[in-house]
């Protein structure tokens, strides 16, 4: 069974500045995606940015890039010049095998501080 | 607006009760999805349905079921509530049947069991 992990229950980072946030996962899998998704404060689940595993480029969208190491499984999140608009509770999620379900982990809350 | 709707956002009822939470896809997605979240759990999945078949179950308690109907509409019926089954309730949908690119959900319906 695949588990994601992220390690950091909150965050926070000054508005202008760069936070990464961090998720790990285990998987036998050997084809599969990596997301992110935001939950803001209005409960939507709203995706942030998508990667596939076959994919060695890292996948950017705006300010938001990711770090991804198919070796070390891990799938960082980076949140450049950081909006009052980014805090929110970031889950980082997986789907792969099947390809029905995604995988979630806990979540960080990010708070953009003025 | 994401393109799916789900009704009603709250819902207050009492234990041993039945309620019926609904789902309408984006227009032109075939499968549904069904996730709760709550805060000891995190995001599980539930179950998903394709093009008016169940396609995957996940953590669905027996208690709980749910169809999709031929406008591709879902309901998702749970009874004999417990105090636990208070969560926010999430519905997704995608084109397809896999999950490659990522769901769209819906804004949830939080359902509180007193």
């Known amino acids: 069974a695949q588990t994601v992990t992220q390690s950091q229950p909150e965050m926070s980072v000054q508005e202008a500045e760069t936070v990464t946030l961090s998720c790990t996962y285990d998987?036998?899998?050997?084809?599969?995606?990596l997301f992110w998704y935001k939950q803001p404060p209005s409960r939507q689940m709203i995706l942030v940015i998508r990667?596939?595993?076959?994919?060695?480029q890292n996948a950017t969208e705006n300010r938001f890039s990711v770090n991804f190491q198919k070796a070390a499984k891990s799938f960082s999140l980076k949140i450049s010049d950081s909006q009052l608009g980014d805090t929110a509770m970031y889950f980082c999620?997986?789907?792969?095998?099947?390809?029905?379900?995604?995988?979630f982990g806990k979540g960080t809350l990010l708070t953009v501080n003025p | 607006d994401s393109g799916v709707t789900q009704t009603p956002k709250h819902l207050i009822t009492a234990t041993g009760q039945r309620v019926t939470l609904r789902c309408s896809p984006r227009?032109?997605?075939?499968?549904v999805y069904w996730y709760q979240q709550s805060l000891d759990q995190g995001l599980q999945f539930l179950i998903q349905?394709?093009?008016?078949?169940?396609?995957a179950k996940g953590n669905i308690l027996e208690r709980f079921s749910a169809q999709q109907f031929p406008d591709l509409h879902s309901e998702l019926n749970l009874s004999s509530l417990e105090l636990g089954d208070s969560a926010l309730y999430f519905c997704?949908?995608?084109?397809?049947?896999?999950?490659?690119?990522?769901?769209?959900f819906g804004s949830g319906t939080r359902l509180t069991v007193v």
């Open positions: 990667q596939e595993a076959y994919k060695q």
């Open positions: 999620a997986f789907s792969g095998g099947s390809n029905y379900k995604l995988t």
């Open positions: 998987t036998s899998e050997n084809n599969y995606y």
């Open positions: 349905y394709y093009n008016g078949e169940e396609r």
């Open positions: 997704a949908s995608s084109v397809t049947g896999t999950n490659n690119y990522g769901y769209t």
């Open positions: 227009s032109g997605d075939l499968s």
